[in-house]
């Protein structure tokens, strides 16, 4: 069983950063792939960034490729996203999740979800 917390949420202006972290508990995440996603109003949950267990393969969605970067420290059991440039486009709850096996894209096959941060960018 893993627990995943996020936070780091808030608003921001157009061009400004964040950086989101996620808290996981249980003595076998470091053998999780992990991911973050969002989810807009009105629309589905989408896949932004994944790594996977020893965080040697990293993926990102090409909306935010070059802009956010996925990180984790497997000794804290942390997961982090930094984002940056962000745009009024990125205003979404963020999630963080994790799963057993290759971090694909998938929401659905992800396993544990935390309850989501808000980050709201303004014009």
């Known amino acids: 069983q893993v627990q995943l917390v996020e936070s780091g949420g808030a608003l921001v202006q157009a061009g400004g950063s964040l950086r989101l972290s996620c808290a996981a508990s249980g003595r076998s995440f470091r053998s999780y792939s992990v991911g973050w996603f969002r989810q807009a109003p009105g629309k589905g949950r989408e896949s932004l960034a994944r790594?996977?267990?020893?965080?040697?393969?990293?993926y990102y969605s090409d909306s935010v490729k070059g802009r956010f970067t996925i990180s984790r420290d497997n000794a804290k059991n942390m997961v982090f996203l930094q984002m940056d440039g962000l745009n009024p486009g990125d205003t979404a709850v963020y999630y963080c999740?994790?799963?057993?096996?290759?971090?694909?894209?998938?929401?659905?096959?992800?396993?544990?979800w935390g309850q989501g941060t808000q980050v709201t960018v303004s014009s």
């Open positions: 999740a994790a799963r057993s096996g290759f971090p694909i894209s998938d929401a659905e096959r992800y396993d544990y």
């Open positions: 790594m996977s267990p020893e965080g040697t393969g990293t």
